[in-house]
């Protein structure tokens, strides 16, 4: 009888640790916290520039404590904005996100979309993130019913502020007067990038054909031009470029998904900072050892936070040509509204002079 009171006893404590950590879970889920981060790229006698970095905001229409959380991050009065996508869960988080971004458009932006800025965030065991590629586990025919999101707005709300849509495209924005260039892609998780040419490869504007399972369903339109009157154009701004701490014009690469496939392209071709999205910084983190998955192939000592690539899987800081930025980002699935030692993020970048 004792053993079976012993084995009670440790059910319910066990049980009572479970509910703990849940209750726990959800309430850090909700607790976003500003990250500030120097970011030595820039040449000698260069003024620092400051960089707001978005992502995964992961919207419906029951967040709005999130929605002025972002909201405020206005009165940082970045340089720039840049937004690496998954702005929404459902559909009903496109009215909220319209006020979340509010305050941001008409400054210098940038952006590319994430895969939930296409198709509404569906049910899937979290057992699948344990997968190598957690997208093997998924039924074709489960994914061809996931309703489709209204991408088009998403994208033009971001346009129409001026902001540069680098969906598989280049472009430059204009800060303080200096010229920043750009490159990105749409969401390789999706299957949906297409590296665009250097400029002097770069043919006649076609819209790249994308691939996937949902690619044939969701081949995006031409992208809109942002307004002539904004910070940028699509071709550029003409203003003197900043120089990058090689002596060079700055180039920011941006991705969704921080796929090595394409940080190699943006590596190779001298990009000084990456800034990408899409991990949640492994979401359910183990303390002193850190995230669990990335949700892609990088490598897990990278799920979150500024490291060198190509550095050393293990090492993210051992020297490398191109910096990398992950955000955790702010949101969640609304199926899985949970964190653990991964608190939803913003992030103030500076950039600042190479030593």
């Given at each position: 009888?004792?053993?079976?009171?012993?084995a009670a006893r440790a059910l319910t404590g066990t049980a009572l640790v479970g509910v703990g950590v849940l209750g726990y879970a959800l309430v850090e889920a909700r607790m976003p916290v500003l990250r500030r981060v120097d970011v030595p790229v820039l040449a000698p006698?260069?003024?620092p520039l400051t960089i707001l970095h978005l992502s995964d905001l992961h919207l419906t229409g029951r967040t709005e404590e999130r929605v002025e959380w972002v909201r405020a991050l206005a009165g940082l009065h970045p340089d720039a904005v840049v937004n690496t996508g998954d702005n929404l869960s459902f559909a009903s988080g496109m009215e909220p996100l319209r006020r979340a971004l509010e305050p941001f458009l008409g400054l210098p932006g940038a952006f590319v979309m994430g895969d939930h800025d296409y198709r509404a965030t569906a049910f899937k065991l979290p057992t699948r993130y344990l997968r190598a590629d957690p997208r093997a586990g998924d039924d074709p025919q489960v994914e061809a019913r996931v309703a489709e999101l209204p991408w088009r707005e998403v994208r033009d709300l971001q346009a129409s502020g001026g902001w540069a849509d680098l969906c598989n495209a280049r472009g430059a924005i204009a800060v303080r007067g200096r010229r920043i260039d750009l490159v990105g892609v749409d969401d390789p998780h999706a299957e949906r990038d297409a590296y665009p040419a250097p400029p002097e490869e770069s043919a006649p504007p076609e819209a790249p054909a994308p691939s996937g399972p949902s690619a044939a369903a969701l081949a995006p339109e031409p992208p809109v031009a942002p307004a002539p009157s904004g910070p940028s154009t699509p071709e550029g701004p003409?203003?003197?470029a900043v120089r990058d701490r090689a002596g060079q014009p700055l180039r920011i690469g941006v991705t969704h998904a921080p796929y090595r496939r394409i940080l190699e392209r943006m590596s190779a071709e001298g990009v000084a900072l990456a800034l990408a999205g899409?991990?949640?910084?492994?979401?359910?983190?183990?303390?002193?050892?850190?995230?669990?998955?990335?949700?892609?192939?990088l490598d897990r000592?990278?799920?979150s936070g500024l490291s060198q690539w190509p550095g050393r899987p293990g090492a993210p800081r051992a020297a490398g040509p191109m910096y990398l930025h992950v955000s955790a980002g702010l949101g969640t699935s609304p199926y899985t509204p949970v964190r653990i030692a991964c608190r939803p993020e913003a992030t103030l970048l500076t950039l600042v002079p190479s030593a």
């Open positions: 009888m004792s053993a079976l009171r012993a006698g260069e003024e003409r203003e003197p899409h991990t949640h910084g492994g979401q359910l983190c183990v303390p002193g050892f850190g995230a669990l998955v990335t949700n892609c192939d000592s990278r799920a």
